[in-house]
């Protein structure tokens, strides 16, 4: 089945250890998403790459970087994670429908991430 | 800037009744609007789409509406089941980047 792959599901590190977390799809869609979710909140996009021109939101921290080497791959860099980073990493995919057309966000089981 | 607000309180119902679910949004015209499901732990996973010129649309137990004038979409599931317990997200769109709302906790009591 086509799907969004998310490496590691569960993720801990240490007060400004760098991580990397990676996702990958199998649906060979254009656009892919880095969300991040804490507890009861609706999910932040960070950042988005459409094919590879990469467009990062204006609140998302320097902190936080991508990266998408390929179009199944892309990659969520946290330089150095504070305790204010633990969520949950999503990532989704999706066409990327041009002007006047729907479209539709397949997610990931996400990333937890906890800083110790 | 956009606004989505969905009920931040649980919705608890019993089994079998229907569940109605709301979503309003502010400074935002979005032409369609998509309700997914979220496990806990788990990512959001797609549910049905509605356009703005739609008034309603069903898919099974589920049925949404969207009504522009109000700024408002609503959510139901009949003949509820314990099995649709989950927290349920609004995502309206103009784009292909849908803006999520917080969602509501459905909990549905045997």
């Known amino acids: 089945d086509a799907m969004v792959i998310q490496n590691p599901r569960y993720q801990v590190t240490q007060f400004g250890k760098p991580v990397t977390l990676s996702c990958s799809q199998t649906?060979?869609?254009?656009?892919m998403y880095w969300y991040q979710q804490k507890s009861s909140q609706a999910p932040k996009l960070l950042f988005h790459?459409?094919?590879?021109?990469?467009?990062n939101e204006a609140d998302t921290p320097d902190n936080f970087q991508s990266r998408r080497p390929n179009t199944s791959f892309c990659f969520l860099d946290i330089r150095s994670p504070g305790l204010g980073d633990a969520a949950m990493y999503l990532c989704?995919?999706?066409?990327?429908?041009?002007?006047?057309?729907?479209?539709?966000?397949?997610f990931g089981p996400g990333t937890r991430l906890t800083v110790l | 800037s956009q606004k989505i607000e969905q009920n931040s309180e649980a919705l608890n119902i019993q089994e079998g009744k229907t569940a109605t679910l709301t979503c309003n949004y502010t400074?935002?015209?979005?032409?369609?609007l998509q309700w997914y499901r979220q496990d806990p732990g788990r990512g959001p996973v797609f549910l049905l789409l509605?356009?703005?010129?739609?008034k309603e649309k069903r898919k099974e137990r589920l049925k949404v509406t969207f009504d522009t004038t109000l700024k408002q979409s609503l959510f139901h599931i009949t003949a509820s089941q314990p099995a649709d317990s989950a927290t349920y997200l609004c995502?309206?769109?103009?784009?292909?980047?849908?803006?999520f709302g917080r969602g509501t906790s459905l909990i549905v009591h045997p």
């Open positions: 989704a995919t999706s066409r990327g429908a041009t002007s006047g057309l729907t479209d539709t966000q397949y």
């Open positions: 649906l060979n869609h254009n656009v």
């Open positions: 790459y459409y094919d590879k021109d990469f467009n």
């Open positions: 400074n935002y015209s979005p032409a369609y």
């Open positions: 509605i356009r703005e010129n739609e």
């Open positions: 995502a309206p769109s103009r784009g292909y980047i849908p803006t």
